[in-house]
């Protein structure tokens, strides 16, 4: 009796869990991407930071892979970390939100890639942001190339000073 109301728990434990659509075809990882948050950003906005035009290299991961376009479903986001390259502190930061925009449409940058809420409040120069459940192939898929748009939305306290930041991520093309 024991053994099977294990069984269930685990199997309600795990019908819980993030499901992956399709299989994994190949990765798109964008790394070294700079920007500089200014000194003294004010707890009351929020503040946005445009990183682009970015090349998709769509084409050549597809003829790398033995791929048509159409063999992909889905473009996941997968990781994100935002570093600040001279190790300044980053725990004035509470809210985090990142979005993919198409590069002729600077005003349609509404889908949600990446995000983090309540970021621990504690000493740290990186901070690893969670992936959206939003699909990204309209974005990269047909385009030769993107914008990202980090936004803080909210801040616990002034930012110390001018901070050289590097924001790394990737993504997960997805086939049936």
Do not use: W
Not at 51 to 65: F, V
Not at 107 to 119: L, S
């Amino acid at each position: 009796m024991k053994n099977k109301i294990i069984i269930l728990l685990s199997l309600i434990a795990m019908s819980g869990c993030r499901t992956e659509t399709g299989r994994r075809l190949f990765d798109m990882n964008y790394l070294g991407n700079r920007m500089t948050a200014p000194g003294v950003l004010n707890t009351v906005e929020s503040h946005f930071f445009s990183i682009g035009p970015l090349e998709t290299r769509i084409t050549s991961l597809l003829t790398n892979n033995s791929l048509q376009s159409s063999d992909v479903s889905r473009i996941d986001p997968y990781f994100a970390t935002l570093t600040a390259l001279d190790g300044t502190d980053l725990s004035f930061i509470d809210e985090i939100s990142v979005r993919i925009c198409p590069v002729d449409d600077p005003g349609e940058c509404q889908a949600e890639i990446f995000y983090r809420d309540d970021i621990p409040f504690r000493p740290q120069s990186d901070i690893e942001l969670l992936p959206a459940l939003t699909n990204a192939k309209e974005f990269i898929l047909d385009q030769q190339s993107f914008r990202i748009q980090v936004v803080l939305l909210r801040l616990r306290d002034f930012s110390p000073a001018n901070i050289e930041l590097q924001f790394d991520f990737g993504f997960e093309a997805r086939g049936e």
